[in-house]
């Protein structure tokens, strides 16, 4: 499930936390895109322990990760194999350093159609395009 607006596209997925002996706990997960931000995905999961749990990180990266593995440092995705039986393709997606981070699969297809929206609200190779650098300059000036 998803939605659109002018700046923003967002869908929530099932994202399945993998835990120890494979052990699996369904988490809601938000995906959102803004042309304000054209290069970031943000990531929000509902842990259920107040306030969700969000990650920032590259739509290239989760772009390039439904073909082939991505990412260095906190945040690394990669496809796996169709489950047998289903034929569902699943996104493994890590999150933290790699000798303590969380590993989370979520459905391909879903993650291809929130790509798929973000496209169409900003076009790929033209993030720079939307992105206004006077007004951060001008934002990060006055916190500082």
């Known amino acids: 499930m998803g939605s659109t607006d002018h700046d923003k596209v967002r869908s929530w997925q099932e994202l399945r936390l993998i835990g120890p002996d494979e052990l699996t706990v369904s988490l809601a997960c938000g995906f959102e895109y803004s042309r304000r931000d054209p290069y970031a ?3 929000s999961l509902d842990t259920g322990a107040g306030n969700p749990v969000a990650w920032t990180f590259a739509r290239d990266l989760l772009a390039a990760a439904l073909y082939g593995a991505e990412g260095i440092g906190d ?3 990669w496809p796996a ?3 047998a039986g289903t034929g569902e393709k699943t996104l ?3 999150l933290g350093p790699p000798e303590e981070c969380a590993r989370f699969e979520v459905r391909a297809a879903g993650i291809k ?3 798929d929206r973000t496209y ?3 076009p790929r190779g033209q993030e720079s395009s939307f992105l206004n ?3 951060e300059i001008a934002e990060l000036l006055s916190q500082a």
Do not use: G, S
């Open 75 to 77: 945040v690394r995705a």
């Open 120 to 122: 169409e609200l900003v």
């Open 41 to 43: 995905v943000r990531l």
């Open 92 to 94: 493994h997606i890590e």
């Open 113 to 115: 159609r929130f790509l």
């Open 133 to 135: 650098l006077d007004a």
């Open 81 to 83: 194999q169709a489950q």
